[in-house]
């Protein structure tokens, strides 16, 4: 199935009357898949990200390492606070 016309109307709810239609025509228009280079930075001149210009504290892994590291001391943080709870219960 090919569309080759699109047709867009624009119409009031209260009266159903037509405020804008716009008619679109396609004539040259192709079902083949575009080239690969097409859908490549370098095609639209924008140049490829290079991962040494990426800033250490922007990777994943830095920001993975802190937050386990954060829970390890929270959940150590913790089971402290209940010890000292029941040694001063137990007293």
Request: hydrophobic share 40%.
């Amino acid at each position: 199935m090919h569309c080759t016309d699109l047709v867009i109307e624009a119409t009031t709810v209260k009266t159903g009357a037509t405020n804008h239609k716009l008619n679109l025509h396609f004539s040259e228009y192709t079902t083949e898949p575009p080239a690969k280079e097409v859908f490549t930075l370098e095609h639209y001149g924008i140049p490829t990200p290079d991962d040494d210009l990426v800033p250490w504290y922007s990777r994943w892994k830095v920001w993975a390492a802190l937050a386990v590291g954060g829970l390890v001391l929270a959940v150590v943080f913790r089971r402290l606070a209940v010890r000292r709870r029941v040694r001063q219960q137990g007293v």
